[in-house]
């Protein structure tokens, strides 16, 4: 903890307002002294000021006897009146020999101190001197509470700066502690380990979420991995199991190699693109194609996805519709979201039946978009209709028809990766796939430019 860069930002941010601490000090006590000392200065010259008018009005006896009754009242200034020669005639401060203008002067006290007393020294016709003077103890008392103030202060601030930094790192050191811990636990195996959070909702709780979210993410992907290795495993065995006693049976059948060749290049054709849909859905689960990102209109790839089927659905005694009213703007890849439609599609003209009637709607509204493909085939049981977005998944009657149980998935993939959400639901009869893009659509100029 010692070595923690939380440590450290303490001790800085501690030596910072202890430096801004002194520096205040030394501020309030210069500015509290020249106002003080500002003070006494325009004090006695007031004073000086006063007894020069009483010798103007009252001669020499006026101004002796203001010395003399003002140097007996208590609290009043110190004053003296020396005559020629800097003879003391009247007053504490007579004969101190003080010259003309400011100075300050030391008078020994009674107990044997030097008393610091300022004084400005006049002169008064006749060679006379008039000294007028205040003593600077209440100043040097000002200072001395000053500095007594602002060195309690600095030990509080170095005081409160040590314990809240040792209380702060050891705060901080704990929880990135508890964060270090849930990723040893992880890289031992323990993918199930959170970091505990506080509910505090602070920089560090917020980082642990978002952290425990990307776990969540990376445990759920590797159980996805898992269940599809799983699912290879077990899909894979019957296809390649098949292939095999194809060739077999063209190896003891001579006359039937050719036909037995044909038709393990045909399953293993089947297999390829099993295992192409696989690194398709992986790469799209990745987020690689974000950077392939712009406006796309989804009444546009419905309608070139309708076109495209038409025939098909018409030989199939089928009926294809496109219902869209305008442009439906989103971000999003073009060539993924034709892949989704036309696997949406593919997946209701496969088993909707003969006669079936399939409509694709592509619409939008003031949140969002939505690309809808319904069909009245026979539908899908509701307990059964979130299963087949796994993969390899296949409904029991559907075994019999060509497909890997990948196009859903890989329509949930492409969904995911637009941020949206897809959904299937009963259209009584028949089954509704809907797609909603939970984010707004751009603006038709965002989409020209």
């Given at each position: 903890?010692?070595?923690?860069?939380?440590?450290?930002?303490?001790?800085?941010y501690?030596?910072?307002?202890?430096?801004?601490?002194?520096?205040?000090?030394?501020?309030?006590?210069?500015?509290?002294?020249?106002?003080?000392?500002?003070?006494?200065?325009?004090?006695?010259?007031?004073?000086?000021?006063?007894?020069?008018?009483?010798?103007?009005?009252?001669?020499?006896?006026?101004?002796?006897?203001?010395?003399?009754?003002?140097?007996?009242?208590?609290?009043?200034?110190?004053?003296?009146?020396?005559?020629?020669?800097?003879?003391?005639?009247?007053?504490?401060?007579?004969?101190?020999?003080?010259?003309?203008?400011?100075?300050?002067?030391?008078?020994?006290?009674?107990?044997?101190?030097?008393?610091?007393?300022?004084?400005?020294?006049?002169?008064?016709?006749?060679?006379?001197?008039?000294?007028?003077?205040?003593?600077?103890?209440?100043?040097?008392?000002?200072?001395?509470?000053?500095i007594?103030?602002?060195?309690?202060?600095?030990?509080?601030?170095?005081?409160?700066g040590?314990?809240?930094?040792?209380?702060?790192?050891?705060?901080?050191?704990r929880?990135?502690?508890?964060?270090?811990?849930t990723?040893?636990a992880?890289?031992?195996?323990?993918?199930?380990?959170?970091?505990?959070?506080?509910?505090?909702?602070?920089?560090?709780?917020?980082?642990?979420?978002?952290?425990?979210?990307?776990?969540?993410?990376?445990?759920?992907l590797m159980?996805?991995?898992?269940?599809?290795?799983?699912?290879?495993?077990?899909?894979?065995?019957?296809?390649?199991?098949?292939?095999?006693?194809?060739?077999?049976?063209?190896?003891?059948?001579?006359?039937?190699?050719?036909?037995?060749?044909?038709?393990?290049?045909?399953?293993?054709?089947?297999?390829?693109?099993?295992?192409?849909?696989?690194?398709?859905?992986?790469?799209?689960?990745?987020?690689?194609?974000?950077?392939?990102?712009?406006?796309?209109?989804l009444s546009?790839?419905?309608?070139?996805?309708?076109?495209?089927?038409?025939?098909?659905?018409?030989?199939?005694?089928?009926?294809?519709?496109?219902?869209?009213?305008?442009?439906?703007?989103?971000?999003?890849?073009?060539?993924?979201?034709?892949?989704?439609?036309?696997?949406?599609?593919?997946?209701?003209?496969?088993?909707?039946?003969?006669?079936?009637?399939?409509?694709?709607?592509?619409?939008?509204?003031?949140?969002?978009?939505?690309?809808?493909?319904?069909?009245?085939?026979?539908?899908?049981?509701?307990?059964?209709?979130?299963?087949?977005?796994?993969?390899?998944?296949?409904?029991?009657?559907?075994?019999?028809?060509?497909?890997?149980?990948?196009?859903?998935?890989?329509?949930s993939?492409?969904?995911?990766?637009?941020?949206?959400?897809?959904?299937?639901?009963?259209?009584?009869?028949?089954?509704?796939?809907?797609?909603?893009?939970?984010?707004?659509?751009?603006?038709?100029?965002?989409?020209?430019?």
């Amino acid at each position: 903890m010692f070595r923690s860069t939380s440590l450290r930002l303490a001790a800085v941010y501690t030596l910072m307002f202890s430096i801004a601490v002194v520096v205040l000090g030394a501020l309030t006590l210069f500015t509290t002294r020249q106002a003080l000392s500002a003070d006494v200065d325009a004090r006695i010259r007031a004073e000086s000021a006063a007894l020069v008018q009483e010798f103007r009005t009252e001669g020499l006896p006026g101004v002796l006897g203001a010395v003399r009754e003002r140097d007996r009242t208590p609290g009043a200034l110190n004053y003296g009146l020396e005559g020629p020669g800097t003879r003391a005639m009247a007053g504490r401060l007579a004969g101190a020999k003080a010259p003309l203008g400011w100075s300050v002067l030391r008078i020994a006290q009674p107990g044997g101190e030097l008393e610091p007393i300022r004084v400005y020294t006049s002169r008064l016709p006749g060679d006379l001197r008039l000294v007028v003077g205040d003593d600077l103890d209440r100043i040097e008392t000002l200072d001395g509470a000053v500095i007594r103030g602002f060195g309690w202060a600095f030990v509080g601030v170095v005081l409160l700066g040590v314990g809240g930094g040792y209380a702060f790192s050891r705060d901080i050191h704990r929880r990135l502690a508890a964060i270090s811990a849930t990723a040893e636990a992880i890289i031992d195996g323990d993918l199930g380990s959170r970091v505990p959070l506080r509910g505090s909702d602070d920089d560090l709780d917020r980082l642990a979420a978002t952290f425990n979210r990307m776990l969540d993410r990376i445990a759920a992907l590797m159980e996805t991995l898992k269940q599809v290795s799983n699912d290879i495993a077990h899909d894979m065995r019957t296809p390649l199991t098949r292939l095999r006693q194809k060739l077999e049976t063209g190896l003891a059948q001579p006359g039937e190699r050719g036909q037995a060749l044909e038709s393990a290049l045909t399953d293993l054709d089947a297999i390829l693109e099993t295992f192409a849909a696989l690194l398709r859905i992986a790469q799209i689960q990745s987020g690689a194609r974000r950077a392939a990102f712009r406006p796309t209109d989804l009444s546009a790839v419905a309608q070139t996805v309708v076109e495209a089927f038409s025939p098909s659905a018409e030989d199939a005694r089928q009926t294809l519709t496109l219902e869209a009213t305008g442009p439906v703007l989103i971000e999003g890849d073009p060539e993924l979201l034709t892949q989704m439609l036309v696997n949406l599609v593919e997946n209701a003209l496969r088993h909707a039946g003969a006669g079936s009637r399939i409509r694709v709607r592509a619409s939008s509204n003031g949140s969002g978009a939505q690309l809808t493909v319904i069909d009245n085939g026979p539908g899908v049981p509701a307990a059964e209709r979130e299963r087949l977005f796994d993969r390899f998944y296949r409904l029991e009657r559907s075994r019999s028809t060509p497909g890997s149980g990948l196009g859903l998935a890989l329509v949930s993939a492409v969904a995911e990766l637009h941020g949206a959400e897809v959904k299937l639901a009963g259209a009584n009869p028949g089954l509704e796939a809907c797609v909603t893009f939970a984010r707004p659509p751009p603006r038709a100029t965002d989409s020209r430019r």
